[in-house]
Structures are given as structure tokens and as C-alpha cells.
């Protein structure tokens, strides 16, 4: 496709699906709503560095491998100068994946990377019940900020990309129930 953003030499797409979403902390050559298919997004990994503490972990967003489910999220055409910042960004438990991008506005796919962290890392905390979830997430904080700020800033940052996520609407909702003034 003429005037296709296919990375170039020393450049690269990277799809973000959680905070990359929102909280964009680095350079990008170009950036455009996307998404991946066979993953879906899920609050089940711990958070020692940013929403949370190694004794009091909160609850970030991985994605998980679901057949047929599409996630959307945000693609960015970075310089590879930008993975040093990245890679220490989500260290705690996330490694880089391989993956294929449908950037939406194009049409067209594009090789990239999303930052994934698997079941047995070292801070992933796995399904619980969605009560549960958002128990946690209101009673979390780290060097970042509250877990619930974490939260209702995706939630705000899909709804602004029209990217239903039932997973994490439902949780938003919970979260202002529990921590409502006089609840
Ligand atoms: C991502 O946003 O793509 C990874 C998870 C996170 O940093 O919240």
C-alpha cells in the first residue's frame, strides 16, 4: 500500500494494550489505533514497581491467549533506541512477543513486538473472582500511583478508542463502588 508505515532499518512497532495506552512516556515516530488477534486483556499480573510493592503487589493488565478474541490498543513506530526505556518499564515480569499488528486506520499489518507476561513469571497473580480483582485494585499503590488511577485511566482510554473491554469496565465499576465517598 503506497505510503504503508512499514518499520524501516533500526525502527520497529510496538502494540500496547495496558498503560502504553495512555501513559506515553517516550518518543514515537508515528502511533495508531490497532489491534491483535488471539489474545484477550486480563488484570492477572502483579505489580511490584509501579502499582504496587513487593510486599503489597497491585494488579496490572497481561494478555492471555484466547482463540478468535481481538484486543485493541495502540501500535507506535519507536526507534529501537526506545527499548532500553521500555524493556526497564515493564521489567517486572513482562519480556518482548512477536506479533502481527492490524493497524485499524490503514488496514494493513504490520511485524511487531507487545509486551507479554506469561503465566509463571515471578509477579503474575492469575484469575480471581472479579470482586476479588477489584478489592485488590482499590486498596493498591506504588511509585506510579494508585492501582485504581491505573485502572480508570485504561478504562477511560479504551472507551476514548471505542474498544469495549467488558473485563475491565466491569472492574472500573466495582473500583468507584468500593472506593465511592460514604461506601
Ligand atoms: C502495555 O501497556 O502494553 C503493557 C502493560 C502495561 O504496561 O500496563
Redo the contacts with the bound molecule.
Keep these: 500500500m503506497a505510503g504503508e508505515p512499514a518499520a524501516g532499518a533500526g525502527s520497529h512497532w510496538v502494540?500496547?494494550?495496558?498503560?502504553?495506552?495512555y501513559k506515553v512516556d517516550f518518543p514515537f515516530l508515528q502511533r495508531e489505533v490497532a489491534e491483535v488477534s488471539g489474545w484477550e486483556r486480563r488484570f492477572w499480573?502483579g505489580s511490584h514497581d509501579?502499582r504496587g510493592t513487593v510486599a503489597a503487589p497491585g494488579r496490572?493488565?497481561?494478555l492471555v491467549p484466547s482463540p478468535g478474541a481481538v484486543c485493541k490498543?495502540m501500535a507506535y513506530l519507536i526507534d529501537e533506541s526506545v527499548f532500553g526505556h521500555l524493556d526497564h518499564?515493564?521489567k517486572n515480569g513482562?519480556h518482548r512477543h512477536e506479533v502481527d499488528i492490524s493497524l485499524s486506520g490503514r488496514g494493513n499489518s504490520v511485524a511487531g513486538v507487545?509486551?507479554v507476561?506469561d503465566e509463571g513469571n515471578h509477579a503474575f497473580l492469575g484469575p480471581a473472582p472479579a470482586a476479588e480483582i477489584a478489592a485488590h485494585i482499590a486498596a493498591a499503590s506504588g511509585p506510579s500511583g494508585s492501582n485504581r488511577d491505573?485502572l480508570l485511566q485504561?478504562a477511560q482510554a479504551l472507551r476514548d478508542l471505542d474498544a469495549a473491554d467488558p473485563h475491565v469496565h466491569e472492574l472500573a465499576q466495582l473500583v468507584r463502588q468500593i472506593t465511592a465517598p460514604g461506601s
Design positions: 502494540f500496547g494494550y495496558g498503560s502504553l495506552i499480573q509501579h496490572v493488565v497481561t490498543g518499564r515493564e513482562y507487545l509486551y507476561a491505573y485504561l
